[in-house]
Nanobody
Framework: QVQLVESGGGLVQAGGSLRLSCAAS????????MGWYRQAPGKQRELVAA???????NYADSVKGRFTISRDNAKNTVYLQMNSLKPEDTAVYYC??????????????WGQGTQVTVSS
């Protein structure tokens, strides 16, 4: 079983910055992809950014040029640096990790979510 613990959300004014962190722990053999998703009230959960173990990244068009995803493979941790935040970035942000457990089984885990609120 793999657990994800997120931190770093909060309230910030438009134009400000926040950095989210997500640490994975448990019976981890390898983590292939890690990513951040978000869900605003009344909307579906959407991909914000993802990164592979090799460092390849993918971003939603709405955050390109403002958000940066990175990871520390040694610490099984993924980060999301969010700059130039806009009110429409307000959402609960969820961390996701996919890989293989020490049992040999694949896993896909979600964090509990962290609230990001951007005031205008």
């Amino acid at each position: 079983q793999v657990q994800l613990v997120e931190s770093g959300g909060g309230l910030v004014q438009a134009g400000g910055s926040l950095r989210l962190s997500c640490a994975a722990s448990g019976r981890i053999f390898s983590i292939n992809a890690m990513g951040w998703y978000r869900q605003a009230p009344g909307k579906q959960r959407e991909l914000v950014a993802a990164i592979t173990s090799g460092g390849s990244t993918n971003y939603a068009d709405s955050v390109k040029g403002r958000f940066t995803i990175s990871r520390d493979n040694a610490k099984n941790t993924v980060y999301l640096q969010m700059n130039s935040l806009k009110p429409e970035d307000t959402a609960v942000y969820y961390c996701n990790a996919q890989g293989y457990a020490t049992t040999g089984n694949r896993f896909g885990s979600w964090g509990q979510g962290t609230q990001v609120t951007v005031s205008s």
